[in-house]
């Protein structure tokens, strides 16, 4: 039999830290918790992080860094929106608003996640950006588990759990 390597439809498990390359700060670790599962090829991944485990098999480790256009895009400053203040006036009852501060927006498209970068007497700036968009990133990745996907797994695009079983 020969040893399994990630490949298309097939369901990885992976420890990671990823790190930015120019102050080595960690922004998203698997370290102390479950290692993360998901369905090769159905775009449940950056696309840089796919690619560069392509091929892989279980107990390997790789390192690569990533252009912001294989992570999360360059930043977009049509993203960057001046919302009036009195959109949040639900809110700021129960919270003063500040800059760096994470919400949500509930979109026609669906929640879409926003960071307040200014607050002023009339309006909240709201950057839509993914807060990675625009910056390089560093992964260590390790191989923990591989299995060929279920049949609903790939029809559904998604992973369903360590036997490939939705719960219930």
């Given at each position: 039999m020969t040893e399994l390597t990630v490949s298309g439809n097939m369901v990885a498990s992976v420890h990671y830290t990823g790190t930015l390359p120019d102050n080595g700060e960690i922004f998203d670790s698997s370290e102390g918790r479950e290692p993360l599962s998901f369905l090769v090829g159905h775009q449940q991944m950056i696309p840089g992080f796919e690619e560069e485990i392509m091929g892989a098999a279980v107990g390997e480790k790789r390192e690569?860094?990533?252009?912001?256009?294989?992570?999360?895009?360059?930043?977009?400053?049509?993203?960057?929106?001046?919302?009036?203040r009195e959109q949040f006036a639900q809110l700021e009852a129960e919270a003063a608003l500040e800059p760096g501060m994470q919400l949500v927006a509930q979109m026609p498209h669906g929640p879409s996640?926003?960071?307040?970068?200014?607050?002023?007497?009339?309006?909240?700036?709201?950057?839509?950006?993914?807060t990675l968009a625009g910056k390089a990133l560093t992964f260590n990745v390790?191989?923990?588990?591989?299995?060929?996907?279920?049949?609903?797994?790939?029809?559904?695009?998604?992973?369903h759990g360590p036997d490939g079983h939705q719960d219930h």
């Open positions: 690569f860094t990533l252009t912001s256009e294989r992570a999360y895009g360059e930043r977009d400053e049509a993203a960057v929106l001046q919302i009036p996640p926003f960071t307040i970068t200014e607050v002023s007497d009339e309006t909240i700036t709201a950057d839509f950006n993914h390790e191989i923990v588990e591989l299995r060929a996907a279920s049949d609903d797994e790939v029809s559904h695009g998604h992973a």
